[in-house]
């Protein structure tokens, strides 16, 4: 059973970047099953999607998000990461990674538990 | 950006009762519609995909249905584990993947 658990600080300051890293189990992140995302959710709020990766050479970020966002692969960690800059308090939220099928449905499969950062000085 | 527009965002309900979650989106996307549950401080959870497909595990009191702007998730009969907040997301256009906005489900 795939499994995905994120880590990462808890809390960033303003203006900094906002490092977080998913760490897969239980499956191979060069699956050909599977790509890979990073989704948020606000206190209290719905659901965002941030950046997705494939095979490590495609990307593909919220047009929202991307000026600020990075997503890469570690493939020998089997792990992957995301990186956002020049964070606020907006960008406070609880971070999952996930695992997104590889067909026209793009489903978020597998969710890790979830992090929650927090943007403040 | 596709938008997704869920309503009610809100309903209380009883055990026992038929619930019904509707999910429009801003321009037609055939059945590329999934539905996730998501309870307190958990990650959502798949439901339905494809508008209508029953993911492996979930109890058939579930079902999905439409196609091209306007979606439905019914629960013929709520039962306590229910009661949590349904998103609907679409995947015809995968950049952005967009979710709406939550339907949470009260108890009466």
């Known amino acids: 059973q795939l499994q995905l658990q994120e880590s990462g600080p808890g809390l960033v300051k303003p203006s900094e970047t906002l490092s977080l890293t998913c760490t897969v189990s239980g499956g191979s992140i060069r699956s050909t099953t599977y790509y890979w995302g990073w989704i948020r959710q606000p206190p209290g709020k719905g659901l965002e999607w941030i950046a997705s990766i494939y095979f490590s050479a495609s990307t593909y970020y919220n047009p929202s998000l991307k000026s600020r966002v990075t997503i890469s692969e570690d493939t020998s960690k089997n792990q992957f990461s995301l990186k956002l800059s020049s964070v606020t308090a907006a960008d406070t939220a609880m971070y999952y990674c996930a695992s997104v099928s590889l067909d026209v449905y793009h489903l978020f499969d597998h969710w890790g538990q979830g992090t929650l950062v927090t943007v403040s000085s | 950006d596709i938008q997704m527009t869920q309503s009610p965002s809100s309903l209380s309900a009883s055990v026992g009762d038929r619930v019904t979650i509707t999910c429009r989106a801003s321009?037609?996307?055939?059945?590329?519609l999934n539905w996730y549950q998501q309870k307190p401080g958990k990650a959502p959870k798949v439901l339905i995909y494809a508008a209508s497909s029953l993911r492996s595990g979930v109890p058939s009191r579930f079902r999905g249905s439409g196609s091209g702007t306007d979606f439905t998730l019914t629960i013929s009969s709520l039962q306590p584990e229910d009661f949590a907040t349904y998103y609907c997301?679409?995947?015809?256009?995968?950049?952005?993947?967009?979710f709406g906005g939550g339907t949470k489900v009260e108890i009466k």
């Open positions: 997301q679409q995947s015809y256009n995968t950049s952005p993947l967009t």
């Open positions: 321009q037609s996307i055939n059945n590329y």
